[in-house]
């Protein structure tokens, strides 16, 4: 086993210690997570749909989030199977520590719409829109770079029409990211990465 598998190894092992008991009872580790630098939290798989993506389904889009809740509650929500949600990655305010809930291949149920689910990755930030405090530099910045390697990897361009909030899906009810988000700010990030 090479020096940084062994580090990442380390590093994720002690992400998870962070992670409140019940979570951390199903958040066993099963290797290397679709981003180096988050750590295994997995959802129920009773609130995802099982795919092969891009070979099912094309992935030309990112969809943010805010959770209105906390980071621990939101990656507890994802693995309960009465849920029937999830995100393919929760983003903590205090020190942007991301865990990936679902592969990248899978379907998740973040979106409101199965066309928008099919064909994108969502991103949960931990806070509340009516609440800036929650949009820390540090979870601007980590999760910059997540969205800048998600869209690296699949072929994304780094813009607003691919990157977009939950409340741009077309029938959606929902405001998140919110008006507090800065957009200008996070996009100017992801393409510094």
């Known amino acids: 086993m090479d020096r940084r598998r062994i580090l990442q190894g380390a590093a994720v092992t002690a992400a998870a210690a ?3 008991a019940s979570v951390r009872a199903v958040a066993a580790s099963t290797g290397e997570t679709d981003y180096a630098q988050a ?3 997995p959802a129920s798989t009773s609130n995802y749909t099982s795919a092969n993506r ?3 389904h094309p992935v030309d889009l990112v969809v943010l989030h805010v959770t209105q809740a906390t980071f621990s509650n939101t990656v507890g929500i994802f693995a309960n199977p009465a849920k029937q949600v999830s995100a393919h990655y929760v983003v903590r305010s205090s020190d942007g520590y991301i865990a ?3 592969r990248e291949k899978d379907i998740g149920w973040h979106a409101g719409s199965w066309d928008h689910n099919t064909r994108s990755i969502g991103i949960e930030h931990e806070g509340w829109v009516d609440q800036p405090s929650y949009f820390t530099s540090t979870m601007y910045e ?4 997540l969205t800048a390697d ?5 072929g994304i361009s780094k813009d607003r029409a691919h990157i977009i909030g939950h409340h741009q899906i077309p029938g959606s ?3 998140d990211p919110g008006s507090n988000w800065d957009w200008g700010r996070y996009i100017r990030l992801v393409n510094l990465v």
């Open 150 to 154: 998600v869209c690296d990897r699949h």
């Open 18 to 20: 962070l992670l409140p």
């Open 100 to 102: 990936q809930c679902l």
């Open 39 to 41: 750590a295994w939290a």
């Open 173 to 175: 009810d929902h405001t």
């Open 54 to 56: 891009p070979s099912s």
């Open 142 to 145: 980590r999760s910059a770079r």
